[in-house]
C-alpha cells in the first residue's frame, strides 16, 4: 500500500486540468414567413409557429497550436418546429419534431471581466420524429414524406 500513494501521487500530479462542462439548454423556435405560389388563383400565406428546443451539450478544451481559447462542442438536440396558416378558404398548420446531432467549434477573440468576444461556426444533422399536417381538418403523417426526412 505504501509503494501505490506515491505513483498515484506521481499520476495525479503529472497530468494537466482544463476547463470542461455538460450543459443542458431549453430554447424557443420562432418562424414567421410569407409564401406566395406562381398561380394566379391563389393567396399570400403568412406562416408564423413557435416551437421548443433542447440541447444536451458537452464543452470542451481543444489544445491545437497556439489557440488556447478554442473549444469544441458535442450535443444531442430536439427541435420543434411548428406552423400555422389561414386563408379566406384554408386553415394549414404544421407540428413537427427532429432528433439531431451537432458539433461546434468555438473560438474566444477578446475576453475581460464582465465582456467575451468570440466566434462560433458548427455543423447539425437532424432527422425527422415525428411530424403532422393538417389542412382543413385532414392529417397527413409527415415522417412517411422523404421531403421532410432527409
Not at 27 to 54: C, H, P, Q, W
Not at 58 to 71: E, R
Not at 117 to 134: C, V
Request: charged share 20%; with cysteine; net charge neutral.
Amino acid at each position: 500500500m505504501k509503494k501505490i500513494v506515491p505513483h498515484i501521487l506521481f499520476f495525479l500530479i503529472s497530468f494537466s486540468i482544463y476547463s470542461q462542462g455538460v450543459f443542458f439548454n431549453t430554447e424557443k423556435n420562432f418562424s414567421t414567413f410569407s409564401y406566395k405560389n406562381r398561380s394566379a388563383f391563389t393567396e399570400k400565406l403568412d406562416i408564423n409557429g413557435v416551437g421548443d428546443a433542447y440541447e444536451f451539450e458537452y464543452t470542451d478544451v481543444l489544445k491545437y497550436k497556439n489557440f488556447k481559447d478554442l473549444k469544441y462542442s458535442g450535443s444531442v438536440t430536439i427541435n420543434d418546429f411548428n406552423a400555422i396558416a389561414e386563408t379566406s378558404l384554408n386553415t394549414l398548420e404544421w407540428k413537427t419534431t427532429y432528433l439531431g446531432i451537432q458539433s461546434t467549434v468555438d473560438y474566444q477573440f477578446y475576453d475581460s471581466y464582465f465582456f467575451f468576444l468570440s466566434a462560433r461556426a458548427g455543423l447539425n444533422m437532424s432527422t425527422i420524429l415525428r411530424g403532422k399536417q393538417t389542412v382543413n381538418n385532414t392529417s397527413c403523417d409527415l415522417t412517411v414524406n422523404k421531403e421532410f426526412s432527409v
